[in-house]
């Protein structure tokens, strides 16, 4: 009996207890609003961290109205409300529709850039125990940043419930920045928080320790600087691995770009100026496929790509084809003509699309495979370009392979290196003319599908790379694929390595002047055709 009625007393204990505590909370979430009807920035902040504080499942949803300008209040009547698309008000506190007209003197509650830190702080607060690893990332992050000391007791109980290395490092970080902070905290403790923020080595690091409070410590300040030192070197580096990726990324643009050109020039002689409108072309049949994809297909937007590439060869191709076979084959041997005539050819071609397509830029999206960014040490590598650069690689290797290992490939290089000789050996010269001219073009309409995602689909699309382009193949060697390779890659990472230092234009102007000092020692390029014609 005695053991039932002890039972039966504790019961009635923790239920007392759980009513005492109920009231509590919303009395402490009632004083917390009340802090936002004073018009005070002041005021505000401390209603944004006894809301975070109060523990109610509404403190969310007050903080995130407050941030995108929702949270109104009635300084007469001392209420908070929030404002929905509709200009419907609802009680804060309990997220009940507010009946009649709203009062007479509702106003939005005023924030800046001091309070937008301290939201993003108790919003990663309120997040930090959450079950999506995602979300405590972020909320230890925006904690880092806004270092508000408010935050620290939900964080150490974060910090003992995480059990995720990297998301544990995060709050580590952001611990030690708000005890830097911290007018409480030891001087040992704050060294080790230097420690701490030091491996992180980003920007958001050198922002914290750049920004100790006065009357910070002398050995905390040399720590601090000794940190700033490091990771500033540290970053110099990252920047420039950085601009070594932003460099290679280039370079396989204007190998996509020239790699046809290289075919084009090296085996007919021909100076295509139209090779530039070919890679417009591709671009505009991967806008058409996308365009016929949104309209009749949406879920197959992710292979719009996969279905643009190889109608991009064949209409580039076919068109490369004409080319030749109606104006480029009456000028051989006649390259001043040549580079006229395919100038004029380009101006067609842009006014062409101009007509049918419009001169406004057009729209093609990037599919979900070619969307977003990943980071890699100290450097951001964007899904698109690292998928281009993979591209250019393929179509490269293909290409070489070709050339190698099919009867195609030995007739172009037997006309590339003695024309006379391989048309004596029964090869039809004007054949391989044609079908060169159509791989050329091909593989530019292929570069256009690539560029068109990360470039401006528009008529002058082409104009952007044909000069380029050109420098690549005079550089690398005409006519030689592994000197088109080797001189796109040279370039481009040249040309990212001096923008910084020079200019765009500045740039590029460097590098041509390069180029022509280099061609007076080098007239065939790096890598220089072999043959008794070409040496003759």
Avoid at 200 to 205: E, F, K, L, P, V
Avoid at 267 to 276: F, K, P, T
Avoid at 459 to 469: H, R
Wanted: net charge neutral; charged share 15%.
């Amino acid at each position: 009996m005695r053991y039932g009625q002890t039972c039966f007393f504790i019961l009635l204990l923790l239920f007392g207890l759980a009513l005492g505590h109920a009231p509590a909370r919303a009395d402490a979430l009632d004083d917390a609003l009340v802090h936002f009807t004073a018009d005070d920035f002041d005021e505000t902040i401390t209603g944004i961290n006894d809301v975070a504080a109060s523990g109610s499942p509404r403190a969310a949803v007050i903080l995130q109205a407050l941030q995108s300008g929702a949270l109104m209040y009635s300084a007469e009547k001392k209420t908070v409300y929030i404002q929905d698309g509709d200009n419907k008000l609802f009680d804060a506190a309990t997220g009940q529709p507010v009946p009649g007209d709203p009062p007479a003197d509702l106003d939005t509650v005023n924030i800046n850039n001091r309070l937008r830190g301290a939201i993003d702080a108790a919003l990663g607060g309120l997040t930090l125990l959450s079950s999506d690893p995602g979300k405590r990332l972020e909320a230890a992050d925006a904690v880092f940043k806004s270092r508000q000391a408010s935050v620290l007791p939900t964080l150490e109980a974060a910090l003992a419930k995480e059990t995720d290395g990297r998301i544990r490092r995060v709050l580590l970080q952001a611990r030690a920045a708000i005890l830097l902070n911290s007018a409480d905290a030891t001087d040992a403790d704050k060294l080790a928080a230097v420690d701490v923020i030091r491996q992180r080595d980003d920007q958001d690091a050198l922002a914290v320790l750049s920004s100790l409070p006065s009357g910070t410590a002398a050995p905390v300040m040399t720590a601090a600087n000794a940190a700033i030192d490091a990771i500033q070197k540290r970053l110099a580096l990252w920047s420039l691995v950085q601009n070594a990726w932003y460099g290679l990324s280039l370079g396989s643009v204007l190998l996509l770009a020239a790699i046809g050109l290289a075919i084009t020039f090296g085996v007919m002689g021909v100076i295509n100026m139209a090779h530039g409108e070919m890679v417009m072309i591709g671009a505009y049949v991967t806008f058409v496929v996308q365009e016929t994809i949104r309209n009749r297909a949406p879920g197959l937007f992710d292979y719009s790509l996969a279905i643009a590439i190889p109608l991009a060869f064949l209409v580039a191709g076919f068109i490369g084809v004409m080319i030749e076979r109606c104006i480029i084959r009456f000028l051989y041997g006649r390259p001043l003509e040549t580079l006229l005539a395919t100038w004029g050819l380009s101006l067609i071609l842009q006014q062409a699309v101009r007509t049918i397509f419009g001169p406004n830029n057009r729209e093609v999206g990037n599919p979900s495979f070619m969307s977003g960014a990943f980071d890699l040490g100290g450097i951001t590598i964007t899904y698109n370009r690292l998928w281009i650069i993979c591209f250019a690689l393929a179509v490269f290797v293909a290409l070489l392979g070709l050339l190698r290992f099919t009867r195609f490939g030995l007739e172009m290089r037997a006309v590339t290196q003695n024309r006379t000789m391989a048309a004596s050996m029964g090869i039809r010269t004007s054949r391989v003319d044609a079908l060169t001219f159509g791989l050329g073009s091909g593989i530019a309409g292929m570069a256009g599908v690539a560029l068109s995602q990360i470039d401006n689909v528009s008529p002058n699309l082409g104009q952007s790379y044909i000069i380029d382009s050109f420098m690549v193949v005079v550089f690398g060697g005409v006519g030689n694929l592994w000197g088109t390779f080797a001189g796109s890659l040279l370039l481009g990472v040249a040309n990212k390595f001096l923008e910084p230092v020079a200019g765009a234009v500045l740039g590029k102007i460097a590098i041509l002047v390069f180029i022509i000092l280099f061609i007076q020692k080098r007239p065939r390029g790096m890598f220089a055709l072999k043959g008794r014609a070409v040496e003759a």
